[in-house]
């Protein structure tokens, strides 16, 4: 794969093509090509997390979510909770 803009310098890089398809379905969904893939998370555009850290904030925002809902306003004392779990 080469790339090259203006005044940048052009690097070519070799992947297997196991790597090669693998990166071709992820840019698929981003509707890009690879090299556009590459640019994107080059430039900070995308970024690589790990599947768990994906998780973590999505319980976050579910969190948020069930905090903010009007049905959940009911307060429950942490002593109250734990008496209730027989801890």
Do not use: C
Request: hydrophobic content about 35%.
């Amino acid at each position: 794969m080469t790339q090259t803009h203006s005044s940048e310098k052009t690097y070519s890089i070799y992947i297997s093509d196991a790597i090669s398809k693998d990166l071709e379905q992820i840019a698929n969904g981003f509707n890009l090509s690879i090299s556009g893939l590459l640019e994107n998370l080059a430039s900070g555009k995308l970024v690589a997390i790990e599947s768990e850290e994906l998780e973590d904030f999505w319980d976050l925002q579910d969190a948020i979510a069930a905090e903010q809902n009007p049905e959940n306003q009911e307060r429950i004392p942490w002593e109250k909770v734990k008496q209730e779990l027989g801890l």
